[in-house]
């Protein structure tokens, strides 16, 4: 057995605002997206249009979001409890200072930045459905 890749599908409550929030402040590009009525696939989101699910890439990061009903009706283990997680995403970026800047005030929860004992510099900021992304930059012994 021989796992491949790990891509976390977000149960979400608006596919398109929470792809507007990806694009928009973490430059992450839309793949594709799923009509909710027709099952369409569509590479760019179009007005009137209510998605179920769509795919996201920023360099070698994916994310999967999923509307949360679409995502209990397929992950029948799930429940509509609530939108979050009690897990971090951690990612690592080149940038941080430049991408922490731009998030301060469009963010609604926001760590400062500071650099680990494991040498990294780091922040954490919730998204528009309350999950928890953490950004790290190595920093290079001087």
């Not at 009137?48 to 994310?63: L, T």
């Not at 609604?108 to 780091?122: D, M, R, V």
Request: proline share 1%; no cysteine.
């Amino acid at each position: 057995m021989k796992y491949n890749k790990l891509t976390p599908n977000f149960q979400v409550k608006n596919v398109a605002e929470t792809v507007r929030f990806y694009t928009e402040h973490l430059g992450f590009l839309l793949v594709a997206a799923v009509d909710s009525a027709s099952n369409e696939v569509d590479n760019e989101l179009k007005e009137g249009k209510v998605y179920a699910f769509a795919i996201m890439v920023r360099d070698g990061v994916e994310i999967m979001l999923q509307e949360l009903e679409s995502f209990v009706h397929d992950v029948e283990i799930s429940s509509i409890d609530t939108i979050g997680a009690s897990v971090s995403f951690y990612i690592e970026i080149e940038g941080i200072d430049e991408l922490h800047n731009s998030l301060k005030g469009i963010a609604s929860e926001i760590t400062s930045l500071k650099t680990t004992w494991y040498g990294a510099k780091e922040f954490y900021v919730k998204d528009n459905n309350n999950y928890i992304l953490g950004f790290s930059e190595k920093q290079h012994e001087k």
